[in-house]
């Protein structure tokens, strides 16, 4: 009789533990990732159906976006503290050029601000199946990573970034 309790018992304990499940992080925990230095690859929807191709490399002198176009490819820079601004290579006869973004940069520029969120109390996240979701309370924000916490996926208002690579490449950029 003994045994069948101390089984029962372990059974119980064992059918429990299999059901429940850690808390997850929390957002600011989450978003902390994008506040180090790290490369990421992504392709991005504005809304308008167009879709990008884009690297993004955040590094400790700031951001470089590289948006792959079918026949061009576009640099954006955003320095520490600067306004972001679209780099030309330059040649042998004239020298590089960075012509700098208008206030409220739209397009591609604007993927830069869904690397830069800073999650406060309104944000939440929670434990899924198949990651941890993060939103605020109107919804306006979304985010989606993995259960070991890598970004898989954001989005503000219309524009959303799917990641397809993220590579986090040392010491805090800020």
Same mark, same amino acid.
């Given at each position: 009789?003994?045994?069948?309790?101390?089984?029962?018992?372990?059974?119980?304990?064992?059918?429990?533990?299999?059901?429940? @499940?850690?808390?997850?992080?929390?957002?600011? /925990?989450?978003?902390?990732?994008?506040?180090? +230095?790290?490369?990421?690859?992504?392709?991005?929807?504005?809304?308008?159906?167009? /879709? !990008?191709?884009? *690297?993004?490399?955040?590094s400790?002198?700031?951001? +470089?976006?590289?948006?792959?176009?079918?026949?061009?490819?576009?640099?954006?820079v955003?320095?520490?503290?600067? @306004?972001?601004?679209?780099?030309?290579?330059?040649?042998? &006869?004239?020298?590089?050029?960075?012509?700098?973004?208008?206030?409220?940069?739209?397009?591609?520029? &604007?993927?830069?601000?869904?690397?830069?969120?800073l999650?406060?109390?309104?944000?939440?996240?929670?434990?899924?199946?198949?990651?941890?979701? *993060?939103?605020?309370?109107?919804?306006?924000?979304?985010?989606?990573? @993995?259960?070991?916490?890598?970004?898989?996926?954001?989005?503000?208002?219309?524009?959303?970034?799917? !990641?397809? @690579?993220f590579?986090?490449?040392?010491?805090?950029?800020r």
């Amino acid at each position: 009789m003994r045994r069948i309790a101390v089984f029962l018992l372990i059974l119980s304990w064992t059918l429990t533990g299999c059901s429940l @499940s850690l808390p997850p992080p929390t957002p600011e /925990e989450l978003f902390a990732v994008f506040r180090g +230095t790290f490369d990421c690859a992504f392709t991005g929807e504005d809304g308008t159906g167009s /879709e !990008i191709r884009a *690297v993004l490399v955040r590094s400790a002198s700031g951001d +470089t976006l590289t948006v792959e176009g079918d026949t061009v490819r576009t640099v954006i820079v955003a320095k520490s503290g600067t @306004s972001p601004a679209i780099l030309t290579r330059g040649s042998e &006869a004239h020298p590089p050029l960075t012509l700098p973004l208008p206030d409220g940069a739209c397009g591609a520029a &604007a993927f830069l601000a869904l690397f830069s969120i800073l999650p406060d109390a309104d944000f939440t996240a929670v434990r899924g199946e198949g990651g941890i979701h *993060v939103t605020n309370r109107d919804g306006s924000i979304t985010a989606h990573f @993995s259960d070991n916490g890598i970004p898989e996926r954001i989005r503000i208002g219309a524009y959303t970034a799917v !990641i397809t @690579s993220f590579a986090v490449t040392g010491a805090p950029a800020r």
